[in-house]
């Protein structure tokens, strides 16, 4: 025999009901039927109810849709004949005196506990009465009957002794199919009507089950199971396929509305397993809560809950150490006034108690504990009870959390990276649960922040804002594009872009967007972008594991890194200018990345590709000194001074650097070394010297008053320079040289210039757009290390780009 409760979605609709019965006519066995109000129609009862007490006569409107709904069930399930003729008069019995009852509350404007009680009643009674009229041989049984109630606290309590018992003579002869109607009680003493609680259907089911050892009770609702998390804040989040009753209960507690609570205990003691079904999924899996799991070695945490409605209120003061009681006093008025209290956090100082509670319950909490240490308070020794409010309190559940070390660790570590301050946390010694408060606002960002590091999601996901789809940002999304679903296949990671951002505009979505037609995309639905709106979007979104990617040389853009670091946002840039901005905002950035736990990447501000300043990170990291720099940062300049020759001229090797895309959009950029002294200033920066531009020595090749004036002025002007770089390259041919624009870094002095290299230099047979740099350090002074390869160009740069986002991702 099993008992099988059906929820109110499960009955909410001619379409459900008809399911149910194809699931319970299914069952073979002897079955007890549970079942739920229609759908909605309890909420009705009380909004109908609280109408009439209030004298509106809109209540007759609100009491005719219930009738309707019913009325409307019955005419779509039950064939037309004497047992539908037979139906609709009961239904309209029942619907009668419940409308007498409304109008009654109409009249005298009053609404008794005693009397809302036998409203909501009436929900289950029709339910009950329609689902055994359809099922095939089915009998009904009234609850009120046997399931008994005792006022506790100024609430009903099941009295389980005399509810055992009655249960266990109402059904000493189980027919095929028998339907209870859950959640309604009545009064052991008076008989008046009585109930459960709201989800009481499950506990209906669960104290038959318990009283007559069932072989299993059936929770049949409108989900496939237990989820490791809402699937309404983590889209990916799945069906656990089993749990414990304790790792049940824990979710249940904390939010999870899959089984009313109290449901798990009464079956728990006859180790009955609890399977949750889908009625729109029946053939689903399904979770069985039951005594032990079959896969004890499996993840260490089974599921995320959360409580969005919680209040903190922390009971302090000197006045409470060593002092035997004080907590006893605190739980002592708060069960006298029927306040639930699901977290407690207590400093081992003793001066002080946080709890948590439901939002609802948290000014009669205050005033009650105000009350119970008014003379504590009024002498200083307690400081007046205070709610702090708008909280959520999050749960991570599961066994085998107490044979993993490390868990809180990990969990409170991740939160910090991600900017979520946790308020206040709780452990009990089974280790099975770890509770803490944070602030609401964060509670999407931690939920999926923990789903994703604890490998409870498929993937882990990092979420990226693009900012620049010009030559490298649109190869950096075509390489992304292109490699996803490997990443995905191999490592585990996905990568997903929320944001994508031009000079003029703007898209975010948390859904992402189409990599293959983004362009079109933002064309067509973008927003008008601004540094304010970046800025306001970006973080507003609040999103976890979140990357800004900056493929610009935008100043107003690399200002906005500061905030996104504070928001616990990584930065990865291209752009050169924070870097190789003043020292001191330099430093700030590299401070605060460091103590948010965030990255601040900007490997590509020098060298494209190269991994120069990951080399020269690794280098100081192992307790080496780097005492000295020589480079060619410029691919731009090698490519035109490797270009410059008897048949293409100075002025000519500059336009095809631009047309070639080497060079920036107005190449005196390039040409005026201020793009070589940015990177080494980062470079020195880096090499842990304190350097600003204006502290290098700059050796110039292009008189200063070609960078005055518009850039038409300067390429009308600049084939000027053609006959004395002819001149001088002829000598040089003659010699063996090349010119190399070349940057270093020697006892702390930093300089820029161009440089005439013989055949035995390690930078003479540079060729194309390549870059080098020499690294002398305390380890590598004889033979200098040496770094060579691509400096410049989109695809390459993208790449080093790209290797700074899988960094942060750690695969």
């Known amino acids: 025999m099993k008992v099988m409760k059906f929820g109110g979605t499960s009955v909410g609709s001619a379409k459900s009901i008809l399911n149910v019965k194809r699931i319970v006519e299914a069952a073979g066995d002897p079955v007890i039927v549970v079942v739920s109000a229609l759908g909605g129609i309890t909420d009705k009862l009380i909004h109908t109810s609280k109408m009439a007490a209030a004298g509106d006569s809109g209540y007759e409107e609100a009491f005719g849709e219930i009738v309707r709904r019913h009325e409307e069930i019955v005419e779509d399930i039950i064939p037309a004949g004497e047992r539908k003729h037979a139906l609709k008069q009961r239904i309209g019995e029942l619907l009668n005196e419940l409308r007498d009852i409304f109008q009654g509350i109409f009249l005298i404007k009053d609404l008794s506990p005693k009397t809302s009680d036998t409203i909501v009643s009436y929900g289950e009674r029709l339910s009950s009465i329609i689902v055994a009229e359809l099922i095939e041989g089915a009998e009904r049984f009234d609850s009120r009957a046997f399931v008994k109630t005792e006022k506790k606290h100024s609430k009903h309590t099941l009295d389980k002794d005399l509810t055992n018992r009655l249960v266990r003579e109402t059904f000493r002869s189980i027919p095929k199919v028998a339907v209870v109607p859950g959640f309604i009680s009545s009064d052991k003493t008076t008989g008046e009507v009585t109930n459960l609680g709201r989800g009481g259907s499950d506990y209906t089911a669960a104290v038959i089950a318990a009283a007559l050892d069932a072989d299993s009770l059936e929770i049949w609702t409108d989900v496939d199971g237990f989820m490791t998390a809402d699937p309404r804040v983590i889209p990916n989040a799945y069906t656990i396929t089993e749990l414990s009753y304790v790792e049940a209960t824990e979710l249940c507690n904390f939010g999870?509305?899959?089984?009313?609570?109290?449901?798990?205990?009464?079956?728990?003691?006859?180790?009955?397993?609890?399977?949750?079904?889908?009625?729109?999924?029946?053939?689903?899996?399904?979770?069985?809560?039951?005594?032990?799991?079959?896969?004890?070695?499996?993840?260490?945490?089974?599921g995320i809950s959360s409580i969005n409605d919680t209040s903190l209120i922390t009971v302090q003061g000197l006045g409470m150490v060593g002092v035997i009681g004080v907590n006893y006093r605190i739980f002592k008025v708060l069960a006298k006034?029927?306040?639930?209290?699901?977290?407690?956090?207590?400093?081992?100082?003793?001066?002080?108690?946080?709890?948590?509670?439901?939002?609802?319950?948290a000014d009669l909490a205050c005033e009650v504990l105000n009350e119970e240490f008014a003379k504590e308070i009024e002498m200083g020794e307690i400081s007046p009870m205070q709610a702090e409010k708008d909280l959520a309190t999050v749960a991570i559940v599961g066994e085998n959390m107490k044979h993993t070390p490390g868990i809180a660790g990990k969990l409170f570590g991740t939160l910090g990276r991600n900017g979520i301050n946790v308020i206040a946390c709780a452990q009990g010694a089974s280790e099975t649960n770890i509770s803490f408060v944070i602030d609401s606002r964060s509670l999407r960002k931690a939920l999926n922040v923990i789903h994703d590091s604890?490998?409870?999601?498929?993937?882990?996901?990092?979420?990226?804002?693009?900012?620049?789809?010009?030559?490298?940002?649109?190869?950096?999304?075509?390489?992304?594009?292109?490699?996803?679903?490997?990443?995905?296949?191999?490592?585990?990671?996905?990568?997903?872009?929320?944001?994508?951002?031009?000079?003029?505009?703007?898209?975010?979505?948390?859904?992402?967007?189409?990599?293959?037609?983004f362009r079109e995309e933002l064309k067509a639905h973008g927003m008008p972008s601004s540094r304010e709106t970046i800025r306001d979007e970006v973080i507003g979104m609040n999103i976890f594991n979140s990357v800004f990617v900056d493929c610009t040389a935008s100043p107003d853009i690399a200002s906005l890194y500061k905030d996104f670091l504070q928001h616990n946002i990584s930065v990865v840039a291209a752009n050169k200018i924070a870097a190789s901005s003043e020292y001191e905002n330099y430093r700030e950035l590299k401070t605060i990345a460091r103590r948010r736990g965030v990255k601040f990447l900007?490997?590509?501000?020098?060298?494209?590709?190269?991994?120069?300043?990951?080399?020269?990170?690794?280098?100081?990291?192992?307790?080496?000194?780097?005492?000295?720099?020589?480079?060619?940062?410029?691919?731009?300049?090698?490519?035109?001074?490797?270009?410059?020759?008897?048949?293409?001229?100075?002025?000519?090797?500059?336009?095809?650097?631009?047309?070639?895309?080497?060079?920036?959009?107005?190449?005196?950029?390039?040409?005026?070394?201020?793009?070589?002294?940015?990177?080494?200033?980062?470079?020195?920066?880096?090499?842990?010297?304190?350097?600003?531009?204006?502290?290098?020595?700059?050796?110039?090749?292009?008189p200063n008053d070609f960078f005055e004036g518009s850039l038409d002025d300067f390429w009308k002007k600049v084939p000027?320079?053609?006959?004395?770089?002819?001149?001088?390259?002829?000598?040089?041919?003659?010699?063996?040289?090349?010119?190399?624009?070349?940057?270093?870094?020697?006892?702390g002095k930093a300089s820029v210039g161009l440089q005439e290299v013989a055949a035995n230099h390690p930078f003479y047979g540079l060729e194309g757009s390549n870059n080098i740099i020499l690294l002398t350090t305390e380890r590598y002074k004889e033979y200098p290390m040496m770094i060579q390869g691509y400096g410049a160009g989109a695809g390459v740069t993208a790449a080093g780009v790209f290797a700074d986002i899988m960094s942060i991702a750690n695969v």
């Open 602 to 702: 900007f490997e590509t501000n020098v060298g494209a590709g190269l991994p120069i300043i990951n080399t020269i990170n690794d280098l100081i990291h192992s307790g080496d000194k780097i005492l000295k720099i020589e480079a060619v940062l410029s691919g731009t300049l090698n490519y035109i001074f490797n270009k410059v020759s008897a048949d293409l001229p100075f002025s000519r090797t500059i336009r095809m650097a631009q047309e070639e895309r080497y060079s920036e959009p107005d190449p005196r950029i390039d040409l005026s070394g201020k793009d070589v002294i940015r990177k080494l200033v980062i470079l020195a920066r880096e090499a842990g010297y304190r350097i600003d531009q204006e502290d290098v020595e700059k050796n110039l090749f292009v």
């Open 720 to 747: 000027s320079l053609d006959a004395a770089f002819e001149e001088r390259r002829r000598i040089l041919e003659k010699e063996h040289k090349h010119w190399r624009f070349v940057a270093k870094l020697e006892e």
């Open 256 to 302: 999870a509305k899959v089984v009313y609570p109290p449901t798990i205990y009464p079956v728990c003691h006859k180790n009955i397993p609890i399977l949750i079904k889908n009625t729109f999924n029946p053939d689903g899996a399904g979770t069985v809560i039951k005594q032990e799991v079959s896969s004890p070695q499996s993840k260490a945490i089974k």
């Open 454 to 517: 604890f490998f409870l999601s498929e993937y882990q996901v990092l979420n990226l804002f693009i900012c620049g789809i010009g030559t490298v940002g649109g190869s950096l999304i075509e390489q992304i594009r292109s490699q996803r679903e490997r990443l995905m296949a191999e490592n585990g990671l996905k990568l997903h872009v929320v944001g994508i951002i031009d000079g003029s505009r703007a898209m975010f979505g948390r859904n992402g967007f189409d990599l293959a037609n």
């Open 337 to 361: 006034n029927g306040i639930s209290v699901f977290l407690v956090s207590q400093a081992s100082s003793e001066n002080s108690t946080s709890i948590g509670v439901r939002t609802a319950d």
